[in-house]
């Protein structure tokens, strides 16, 4: 759910899900979440069954949020100093 408090409870799901390839979704809502298991409010879900009649269903859930889901391959930097320190690199070298 995207409204737990603290967020620190579930900020590291989608990574761990992301890396042991488990599809995974965030919904909006403590309550919705609470409403599938029969209580007030519920942070995670995790599904280990699933019946036969619901697979299906399940499949094509499972390939919208993997495309919706899928994290952008970043790259950082780029090599490009900044001039603080080719000026310091520069300086060394002499």
């Known amino acids: 759910a995207h409204d737990v408090d603290p967020i620190e409870l579930v900020v590291w799901l989608p990574a761990?899900?992301?890396?042991?390839?488990?599809?995974?979704?965030i919904l909006k809502g403590k309550?919705?979440?609470?409403?599938?298991?029969?209580?007030?409010?519920?942070?995670?879900?995790?599904?280990?069954a699933v019946n036969k009649d619901d697979e299906a269903k399940l499949k094509s859930l499972t390939t919208s949020f993997t495309e919706q889901y899928a994290a952008p391959e970043r790259k950082w930097g780029g090599g490009i100093m900044?001039?603080?320190?080719?000026?310091k690199l520069e300086k060394r070298r002499k």
């Open 16 to 25: 761990l899900c992301r890396k042991m390839n488990v599809p995974f979704c």
């Open 31 to 48: 309550s919705r979440l609470g409403s599938l298991v029969h209580m007030k409010n519920c942070s995670a879900v995790a599904l280990t």
């Open 82 to 87: 900044g001039l603080k320190t080719v000026a």
